[in-house]
């Protein structure tokens, strides 16, 4: 149990709708990276936000976006959903100037 | 730029057997190294990490790996494997010079236990 929770769990969305993710950090955690985990894959950097700001960016389109909020829980956004969206979406959260990141157990989407 | 490689990607060991899981990083300078696993529609889960203390580090459930810069190396050792040992492990590098820490992971090792 790392104190990162994610909401939904799993959820199913139709090609071109948006969707948007959930994060509650760990108490203490100021800082909230998102990364996706294609099946079969290692997880990839999508973003990171500190203290509300993007603090990092990995190689994804504009279309996935994020936001942090003063009680550091975070969202993450996709538009225009692709068939290759279809993932596991995890959050993680460290401390100011941490080095250890700890994970939620994830949001599943699948794009049909 | 940096980049992880993990050599096999399934390892199969018998109940007992010694666990040995390969990672190889590439960096310009010393990087944070890191060993985490994933039990099947789950999260991740830091066994351990290297930070530029002991090269030996010793982690969560009789886990450790040892850091080696003249190989470039970061290998997942456990003596004596257990059947709940039974998972996906990745092995993650991150760069000290960079604020966000973030991780760069390797393709993953699935580790299979025979009884």
């Known amino acids: 149990e790392t104190g990162v929770t994610q909401s939904p769990t799993h959820l199913i969305k139709t090609r071109g709708q948006q969707v948007t993710l959930r994060c509650s950090s760990q108490?203490?955690?100021?800082?909230v990276s998102w990364y996706q985990q294609a099946l079969g894959q290692g997880p990839q950097f999508i973003f990171q936000y500190y203290r509300e700001e993007e603090n990092g960016r990995g190689n994804f389109p504009p279309r996935f976006s994020g936001l942090q909020f003063p009680n550091y829980s975070s969202e993450l956004n996709v538009n225009a959903l692709e068939l290759d969206d279809s993932a596991l979406y995890l959050c993680?959260?460290?401390?100011?100037?941490?080095?250890?990141?700890?994970f939620g157990e994830g949001s599943w989407l699948t794009v049909v | 730029a940096q980049s992880v490689t993990q050599l096999g990607s399934h390892v199969s060991v018998s109940e007992g057997a010694l666990v040995l899981l390969r990672c190889n990083y590439s960096s310009s300078v010393p990087p944070y190294l890191f060993w985490y696993v994933q039990y099947p529609n789950q999260g991740l889960q830091l066994l351990l990490k290297?930070?530029?203390?002991?090269?030996l580090v010793k982690g969560i459930n009789g886990f450790e790996a040892e850091f080696k810069k003249s190989e470039t190396s970061f290998h997942l050792t456990k003596p004596s494997a257990h059947m709940s040992d039974a998972a996906e492990y990745f092995c993650a590098v991150s760069d000290r010079r960079d604020s966000s820490y973030k991780l760069i992971f390797g393709s993953g090792t699935r580790l299979l236990v025979r009884p």
């Open positions: 993680a959260s460290s401390r100011p100037q941490g080095n250890t990141i700890y």
């Open positions: 290297y930070t530029s203390a002991a090269t």
């Open positions: 108490s203490g955690h100021n800082t």
